[in-house]
């Protein structure tokens, strides 16, 4: 009798312990709005974690450790709202339905090209010893760029995106995707292109 209940006690707690198991994986939803947290704390230390180095990072948004003042101000009005999240455990695979309101960034981009066009016809007349090193208009166009999302009567839109997301290794991960980035930040990939278009025409 007392074998027989301590095996029944054994059993137990292996299935608590089995449960327990199943259930320490965080949600894709938990995954995805802890990624989207992150993007609003500007955190880059986080960023790479979850959404990868090139996701938010390199030739995307050209971001690096010192541009966090910038990442600050693409998400000053940076909210969301996830409207779904589906899991499908067999297949390994997520998707996280999501809304995303941001600052409209093709006004935005179209006073910022303003301002370039304004500084190039300045420099234009400017003797060869004085305008301004390469390095200079870099730091001086991120420094308007920012400038203008700090402005604080900026209007928003919204944004609906499905995030996707894969099991690797029993864990949740975001499949880094350019329309995730262009919902997350009102536009700012679909304005670019289109300007890089209108200009190469």
Not at 31 to 36: G, K, L, R, S, Y
Not at 109 to 132: N, R
Not at 143 to 172: C, G, H, R, Y
Not at 193 to 199: H, I, K, Q, T
């Amino acid at each position: 009798m007392k074998r027989r209940f301590l095996a029944l006690l054994m059993g137990l707690g292996l299935l608590v312990a089995l449960v327990a198991c199943g259930t320490s994986r965080p949600s894709a939803q938990s995954v995805t709005e802890d990624a989207i947290q992150a993007v609003q704390a500007a955190d880059l230390t986080s960023l790479q974690q979850y959404w990868g180095g090139e996701m938010l990072d390199g030739e995307t948004l050209g971001l690096k450790g010192e541009d966090a003042e910038l990442l600050t101000a693409l998400t000053k009005n940076l909210t969301y709202k996830v409207v779904s999240a589906e899991e499908d455990e067999s297949a390994g695979t997520a998707v996280v339905s999501v809304e995303f309101t941001n600052t409209d960034m093709a006004p935005v981009m179209g006073d910022f090209v303003q301002s370039l066009i304004g500084d190039a016809f300045q420099y234009a007349f400017l003797p060869e010893d004085q305008q301004p090193t390469d390095e200079e208009l870099s730091e001086q166009y991120m420094q308007k760029f920012t400038e203008l999302l700090n402005a604080e009567d900026l209007t928003t839109k919204t944004i609906s995106v499905e995030i996707p997301l894969i099991l690797v290794e029993d864990q949740w991960q975001i499949t880094p995707d350019e329309a995730i980035v262009d919902a997350m930040f009102g536009g700012l990939l679909t304005v670019a292109d289109s300007m890089d278009e209108a200009f190469s025409e």
